[in-house]
């Protein structure tokens, strides 16, 4: 393998001397990416894993630092094939690690294999162990007591094809009506090295860690299952997931880490990985929607996909202090980086260093103009795709400042049923009902329903009403018989609720 680099800014011609030459073993890489059904006849792009070796035994890895990145062995090269404009995964590795969260440098090449041009690839680093990477503590076959066996560990969950893992199941289902568990799988220590003791002290720490999230009071400030995690993590993740619309997130593709305890010791949520059918690239689970969460998407559409989004969220989302922290850094990073100005700077400048290596691409692969799966928006050129890109962006953030002002309310001290309003008929058999209610004058009024554990049923919602009475229909007629709150909030800011019996 040969890297051609002459620094930042420089051209490279494959007829210089590379800048590194070095053994190295090359897999396939992926789940979904490796299926026929994902490429277009004739257009097969697939996605690569490279370990640099010392020599061609492949015995031994060797770490180099390649394209300004910090050394180590393993990388990713991310073929880009359904995201034409090659931003997706960029802009949200970007964000990620503005936000603070562990996530992988990445950086646009060109690839050549066997002389043959293979387009434009991302070259991204792997997820593992180690300090350049997960920088958790080293946890060797020895250290099976004590603060010892406490970490580090690296936990994914994720779709099971690939390189075999050590793994367990929740002792709870996920989402509201499924009967699947999420399957947690443990990457490092790796598989055939970790011992009995190691796998039992994190089965444990979770499965511990997921009892008490469940049957605690969510409110108790005193409750212990913040102990056991790091809620700025998760907090952060969460931002990450939601601004992005990644539909696989929370669910596939999702990481966390643990170091020993005398390090601190928590569950944190990361590194980021995966996001090229985020940024409303998907045809499914409302992918392409800017308004709607994705932590409860799935349950409301999909209740029984195999892969569900782990019960946490839902849970976190009944806590007023996690709303608050969500609220509280939501404002945080709207006011530094997070906001369309310097979004959409750092797509003009990657897409001003990708003009002609994408004009090389594109013609090695005329994908422009085709519906890749699962794309929902086809653009016949690439501004097309960038512009749509970026309106979908600002569409989001503009339906998220609105529920992140919702979570920031005061929501334990409501208003409950006014004279003013009223929903009817209340109970409602068929599950449709009539909201009645009236403004002083015109407003913004934002509303949703949870159910009876306070899990969203109805994701937050905008409306413009004029001065007052007004009238709006909801239905919950494809949801069970029971007890569900409607809340809602004007622009004056006082927060109302409502019960209503299906």
Same mark, same amino acid.
């Given at each position: 393998m040969e890297i051609f680099d002459?620094? @930042? $800014?420089?051209?490279?011609?494959?007829?210089?001397?590379?800048?590194?030459?070095?053994?190295? =073993? #090359?897999?396939?890489?992926?789940?979904?990416?490796?299926?026929?059904?994902?490429?277009? @006849? $004739?257009?097969?792009?697939?996605?690569?894993?490279?370990?640099?070796?010392?020599?061609?035994? =492949? #015995?031994?890895?060797?770490?180099?630092?390649l394209v300004q990145m910090p050394e180590e062995s393993d990388w990713v090269l991310n073929a880009s094939y359904n995201d034409r404009s090659f931003m997706r995964d960029f802009i949200a590795q970007n964000v990620a690690g503005r936000l603070g969260l562990l996530h992988s440098e990445a950086k646009f090449v060109e690839l050549i294999i066997n002389d043959e041009y293979r387009g434009v690839y991302i070259l991204m680093e792997k997820v593992k162990q180690g300090k350049n990477r997960v920088p958790i503590s080293d946890l060797y076959p020895t250290e099976n007591a004590g603060d010892d066996v406490t970490g580090g560990y690296l936990l994914k969950i994720d779709k099971t094809s690939g390189s075999p893992s050590t793994s367990w199941k929740s002792n709870y289902t996920s989402g509201i009506s499924a009967t699947q568990k999420c399957e947690f799988q443990i990457e490092y220590p790796q598989y055939g090295i970790i011992t009995q003791q190691q796998l039992i002290y994190i089965r444990d720490y979770i499965n511990n860690w997921e009892k008490k999230l469940m049957t605690e009071d969510m409110n108790d400030p005193k409750a212990s299952f913040r102990d056991y995690m790091d809620v700025s993590s998760f907090v952060n993740y969460f931002i990450l997931n939601e601004v992005t619309r990644n539909v696989d997130g929370y669910r596939l593709s999702t990481y966390l880490y643990k170091d020993k305890e005398s390090l601190g010791g928590k569950i944190k949520m990361g590194p980021a990985w995966d996001f090229n059918i985020s940024f409303g690239n998907a045809d499914y689970l409302n992918g392409w929607k800017t308004d709607g969460f994705v932590y409860n998407t799935i349950e409301n559409l999909e209740k029984n996909n195999y892969w569900q989004v782990p019960f946490w969220w839902n849970k976190f989302i009944q806590d007023a202090s996690f709303r608050k922290a969500l609220a509280t850094r939501w404002k945080s990073v709207r006011s530094s980086f997070l906001n369309t100005n310097t979004l959409f700077a750092t797509i003009d400048s990657a897409q001003v260093a990708l003009k002609d290596p994408l004009i090389r691409n594109f013609q090695k692969y005329p994908l422009m103009g085709k519906k890749i799966w699962p794309n929902y928006y086809v653009g016949?050129?690439?501004?097309?795709?960038?512009?749509?890109?970026?309106?979908?962006?600002?569409?989001?953030?503009?339906?998220?400042?609105?529920?992140?002002?919702?979570?920031?309310?005061?929501?334990?001290?409501?208003?409950?049923?006014?004279?003013?309003?009223?929903?009817?008929?209340?109970?409602?058999?068929?599950g449709i009902f009539q909201w009645k209610f009236s403004l002083d004058k015109p407003s913004l009024v934002t509303y949703s329903i949870s159910d009876a554990m306070g899990r969203l049923v109805l994701s937050p919602k905008n409306a413009n009403f004029e001065s007052g009475e007004q009238i709006q229909s909801l239905d919950l007629s494809a949801f069970p018989a029971g007890t569900y709150l409607l809340s809602w909030k004007t622009e004056d800011g006082a927060v109302q609720q409502i019960k209503i019996l299906r």
């Open positions: 002459n620094g @930042p $800014g420089q051209l490279n011609q494959v007829s210089s001397t590379p800048s590194i030459s070095t053994v190295a =073993g #090359v897999e396939y890489r992926g789940s979904t990416s490796q299926a026929d059904f994902y490429f277009l @006849p $004739g257009l097969v792009k697939k996605p690569y894993g490279i370990e640099l070796w010392t020599d061609t035994t =492949g #015995v031994k890895a060797k770490k180099l630092s016949a050129t690439l501004s097309d795709e960038v512009n749509w890109l970026k309106n979908w962006i600002q569409g989001r953030l503009v339906w998220l400042d609105a529920q992140m002002a919702v979570f920031d309310s005061p929501i334990l001290a409501i208003s409950n049923e006014t004279s003013s309003s009223v929903v009817y008929p209340n109970p409602s058999t068929t």
